[in-house]
């Protein structure tokens, strides 16, 4: 199976950085999506950026022009570099990816366990 370990979040303040690392480990055959997306309390899982393999980067319009989605295909890992943070970017983030770990298994769904990200005003 494939296993998805993520790091990097903590407590910022408003305006500072963070980076969000997430690896894929375990049985991977092929990657078709990599992306981030975040709950905060009370509301609905969103998604903050995806990265499929060979395709156009999406964002939601919240995060557009200071966060950046890239991915290391040879490690199997996607990044979130999240700047010019706000209190509104509190949330548990969520890596995730589409793949296959192996054939003839259908491509499915992964999701980290999360790590929490609280940007203080």
């Known amino acids: 199976q494939l296993q998805l370990v993520e790091s990097g979040g903590g407590l910022v303040q408003a305006g500072g950085s963070l980076r969000l690392s997430c690896a894929a480990s375990g049985s991977i055959f092929s990657i078709n999506v990599m992306g981030w997306y975040r709950q905060a309390p009370g509301k609905l899982r969103e998604l903050v950026a995806r990265m499929p393999t060979g395709g156009s980067t999406n964002y939601a319009d919240s995060v557009e022009g200071r966060f950046t989605i890239s991915r290391d295909n040879v490690k199997n890992t996607v990044y979130l570099q999240m700047n010019s943070l706000k209190p509104e970017d509190t949330a548990v983030y969520y890596c995730?990816?589409?793949?296959?770990?192996?054939?003839?298994?259908?491509?499915?769904?992964?999701w980290g366990q999360g790590t929490q990200v609280t940007v203080s005003a």
């Open positions: 995730y990816c589409n793949a296959r770990h192996s054939l003839p298994n259908r491509p499915r769904d992964y």
